[in-house]
């Protein structure tokens, strides 16, 4: 009996990296504090490039400007490659060096991804190897004998595509500290863009006053938005806060920051609430110098909502389930 062995890197896609991929890679690695850090960024920045260039030669689009991986806040707090498919999902792309038996795959990643493909960049930047795709992680190191070929990510794009999966954001879970990735503390945030918040707001509510129905400290997370260039350099940050009430319901306050250098908001940024048919709820519209806009609402429990963040043709959308 004979035993044949294949190399995992023999049986992936060979591709160029580009010069204008490693500038781009370069110049967010510039933009890191430690050696170490740049380092991550720029190998999963050229994973995602490599992604994105391979994708693209499928003829599926990609958006780039929707990534975690492009927002610079998002490449100093976390560790994360992912690259936005619209309709689809986000797809999670892992760089791995010459000869390694595993892939990282970070916690943070872990959740609202619709898979995970592997690309082996070679020591002089110039060649990638796309060796892989895998639909779903539950561990830090991934053995790369588990990839499925880069085929089946075709096909769970085409499958997605037919029925796409919306990620829901579960508030019920925050109140026993079980966080969606992406989503921090308000304080964590600030300290990180090392700015203050100036509290003068226009929305559905004008109280920051407790309700006297709430029997729960109240729960604030935090997530960055970016709509991509058309403001690309006015991210804003959406604060979500929660209460329990006595009467089994939920009370939801939803504010809109500028951030960074920023102190007012995009003038003309919306947001909005809409119900689970799609319409709209509530909605606030920022004016030429409102530094946050607000709402609040109520809902029961394993009730369903959307918030929309948008300006102009761009938009950003989150969905919820309390």
């Given amino acids: ?16 990296i580009s010069q204008t991929a490693r500038n781009i890679a370069q110049q967010f690695a510039n933009q890191q504090p430690t050696s170490a850090k740049a380092e991550q960024v720029r190998l999963n920045t ?32 976390a560790n994360v490659a992912d690259l936005e498919i619209p309709s689809v999902g986000r797809l999670e792309c892992r760089p791995v060096q010459l000869h390694a038996q595993g892939c990282l795959m970070p916690p943070e990643t872990w959740e609202e991804r619709v898979g995970y493909v592997v ?41 997605l595509k037919t029925s796409p999966v919306q990620p829901l954001v579960n508030l019920s879970q925050w109140f026993i500290n079980q966080f969606e990735s992406g989503w921090q503390t308000v304080e964590s945030l600030w300290d990180l863009l090392d700015s203050t918040p100036v509290y003068a707001f226009r929305g559905g509510v004008t109280t920051d006053e407790t309700s006297p129905h709430q029997s729960q400290i109240p729960t604030k997370r935090a997530k960055l938005i970016d709509l991509g260039i058309q403001i690309a350099n006015h991210p804003v940050m959406l604060i979500v806060e929660i209460s329990s009430e006595t009467n089994n319901k939920t009370s939801i306050r939803l504010q809109l920051h500028p951030i960074g250098n920023q102190i ?4 003309a940024v919306k947001l909005t ?20 806009i607000q709402l ?4 029961d429990l394993q009730e369903k909502f959307s918030v929309q963040i948008s300006l102009g043709d761009m938009s950003f959308t989150e969905h919820f389930i309390i």
């Fill in 264 to 267: 007012y908001l995009p003038e």
């Fill in 119 to 159: 690309v082996q960049i070679d020591e002089s930047l110039q060649e990638a190897n796309i060796l892989g795709f895998i639909r779903t992680v539950d561990a830090e190191i991934l053995r790369l004998n588990q990839l499925q070929p880069i085929e089946a990510l075709i096909d769970c794009i085409a499958q």
């Fill in 296 to 299: 609040q609402l109520r809902g």
């Fill in 1 to 16: 009996m004979t035993k044949t062995t294949h190399r995992v890197d023999d049986l992936g896609i060979q591709l160029p």
């Fill in 273 to 292: 609430v809409l119900d689970e048919s799609g319409e709209v709820f509530l909605e606030a519209q920022a004016r030429s110098a409102d530094n946050y």
């Fill in 46 to 77: 050229l994973a995602v490039l490599v992604v994105n260039d391979y994708l693209q030669m499928m003829e599926i689009p990609t958006n780039l400007n929707a990534s975690d991986s492009w927002n610079p806040i998002m490449q100093l707090c």
